[in-house]
């Protein structure tokens, strides 16, 4: 491994680590727990449809990433492409808004962890969470520490977890929907009752796209690790072209068995925090099929879930806040890699932060919490325009400069519909925040787009106190393309 040249990163990540990183990051809860509140909204067919756009949707996302990183593969990944061929405060805006995501994300899976394991423990005072969620931390903050290599290597066996648990899911449900085990096949029983498989209508298909789009977050995370990527001109195409396909495969195929053995309005499918593992689509079908301790075992799954998405949030802030110091939009003292190529001081933030954000639920109501996760909630959707817009105005810029297509290791399909839907779709999550809550009040507008008025706030105040003007195309930053591989 050999320290790239912007600063002391290592390249020690592998391609099975990437692949598992991108899998890792978009299997979670969202598809353990929460896929069954989408069936009972949208009913199977709405589900499907919603969980199929999105999931198209991140394709061309992943598109997008693959052609702008396979040629520029550096750290900062869309931070720096925003900054290079869109605005450069767009690019500051997003950098910090995709840290502080991920930052109030390590806490929301800290305080999750400490739902996870009152399942087996009972109710806890608040020392006990405190100390479970410090204990959770410095697991996480070691992970990261040693060396990137540790965090891919231990993002590798999390997500193998998953994905071994979900492949025996698809294979008992099988057995199960053809009649091979637990009673006779089901049949499309589940597809016709009652006003299935569109019981909710176009509005409830809209709502789910938000719920899909939350449940594939940290597929860009191939793009954060492009910097530490050995050989990123063939890693990064090698794992978008087959993560798109085995996630897809584990949403759709684990919808479909949901759905074909369990009815859309089975009462257990509204129960859908972490906390009801015990009613989770997942846990229910492995007890119908005679598996006893399913519940403990879907706790114990969720509990790795939470641990990774956890260990890829303080990964990803930490190479966010790292980049944006490189390129001079946060305190320089982050720049600092120690001997293991780790930025240590940024790290140490991050965590910092995201142990200061659990404390806060436990403060009181947990008001300010709350407000914190609002104001995250859309961040990644802003992340994903980001992607889209960059690309747009990368493959521009590229022609623009006498380039040559032929010249990219990587082309995205379909440009520019793919981006253009991309952003289009995203607008319509974010726009869509405020009206798929029942609080239409000033105060509902607030909790539903607090993040995105920090962004723009941010947004605006670099562009005029920098007094930035967009990059028109002939004039953008091509010049690290290709030079560092």
């Known amino acids: 491994?050999?320290?790239?040249?912007?600063?002391?990163?290592?390249?020690?990540?592998?391609?099975?680590?990437?692949?598992?990183?991108?899998?890792?990051?978009?299997?979670?809860?969202?598809?353990?727990?929460?896929?069954?509140?989408?069936?009972?909204?949208?009913?199977?067919?709405?589900?499907?449809?919603?969980?199929?756009?999105?999931?198209?949707?991140?394709?061309?996302?992943?598109?997008?990433?693959?052609?702008?990183?396979?040629?520029?593969?550096?750290?900062?990944?869309?931070?720096?492409?925003?900054?290079?061929?869109?605005?450069?405060?767009?690019?500051?805006?997003?950098?910090?808004?995709?840290?502080?995501?991920?930052?109030?994300?390590?806490?929301?899976?800290?305080?999750?962890?400490?739902?996870?394991?009152?399942?087996?423990?009972?109710?806890?005072?608040?020392?006990?969470?405190?100390?479970?969620?410090?204990?959770?931390?410095?697991?996480?903050?070691?992970?990261?520490?040693?060396?990137?290599?540790?965090?891919?290597?231990?993002?590798?066996?999390?997500?193998?977890?998953?994905?071994?648990?979900?492949?025996?899911?698809?294979?008992?449900?099988?057995?199960?929907?053809?009649?091979?085990?637990?009673?006779?096949?089901?049949g499309f029983t589940n597809w016709t009752i009652g006003d299935a498989p569109f019981p909710g209508g176009f509005a409830a298909i809209i709502s789910i796209f938000m719920i899909a789009g939350f449940s594939f977050q940290g597929t860009e995370l191939i793009g954060i690790a492009a910097g530490e990527v050995e050989h990123p001109e063939k890693s990064i195409p090698k794992a978008i072209k087959t993560v798109f396909v085995r996630i897809m495969l584990i949403y759709i195929g684990g919808i479909l068995v949901i759905s074909f053995l369990l009815p859309y309005n089975d009462p257990n499918l509204l129960q859908t925090g972490i906390e009801n593992v015990s009613v989770s689509p997942f846990t229910l079908i492995f007890h119908r099929a005679g598996i006893g301790f399913a519940a403990a075992l879907m706790n114990a799954v969720i509990l790795t879930s939470v641990l990774s998405c956890a260990n890829s949030g303080m990964y990803a802030s930490t190479r966010m806040l790292y980049s944006m110091a490189m390129e001079g939009k946060a305190p320089k003292i982050f720049k600092h890699v120690n001997r293991r190529g780790v930025p240590i001081y940024a790290l140490l933030l991050t965590t910092a932060i995201g142990m200061v954000a659990f404390l806060g639920s436990l403060a009181g109501e947990g008001t300010v919490y709350i407000w914190l996760v609002n104001a995250s909630g859309v961040a990644g959707f802003i992340a994903w325009l980001g992607i889209a817009i960059s690309h747009y105005k990368f493959r521009k810029a590229f022609l623009a400069q006498g380039h040559s297509l032929n010249e990219l290791k990587y082309k995205a399909m379909f440009y520019p519909f793919g981006p253009v839907l991309a952003m289009a779709l995203c607008l319509v999550v974010i726009v869509g925040q405020f009206f798929v809550n029942d609080d239409f009040s000033v105060l509902g507008f607030f909790v539903a787009y607090v993040g995105a008025v920090l962004f723009i706030l941010v947004f605006l105040a670099y562009k005029i106190a920098r007094r930035t003007k967009g990059v028109r195309p002939e004039d953008a930053d091509l010049s690290q393309g290709f030079a560092k591989m």
């Open 1 to 186: 491994m050999n320290a790239i040249e912007d600063g002391g990163l290592k390249r020690g990540l592998k391609v099975r680590h990437v692949n598992m990183i991108a899998i890792g990051g978009a299997i979670g809860t969202g598809l353990f727990v929460a896929v069954g509140g989408s069936l009972h909204e949208a009913g199977p067919g709405g589900a499907l449809l919603a969980y199929g756009v999105i999931g198209l949707m991140v394709f061309f996302l992943m598109t997008s990433l693959g052609e702008m990183s396979t040629y520029m593969p550096v750290t900062g990944s869309f931070e720096t492409y925003a900054t290079k061929f869109v605005d450069p405060a767009l690019g500051f805006a997003l950098g910090w808004n995709y840290w502080y995501n991920w930052a109030i994300t390590v806490a929301a899976e800290l305080e999750a962890g400490v739902i996870v394991i009152s399942f087996w423990r009972g109710a806890m005072s608040p020392q006990e969470k405190i100390i479970w969620s410090a204990l959770f931390l410095l697991v996480l903050f070691l992970l990261n520490f040693f060396s990137v290599g540790a965090y891919g290597e231990s993002e590798f066996w999390f997500a193998g977890i998953k994905v071994l648990t979900i492949i025996v899911f698809l294979i008992v449900g099988l057995l199960m929907i053809f009649g091979a085990m637990s009673g006779p096949s089901p």
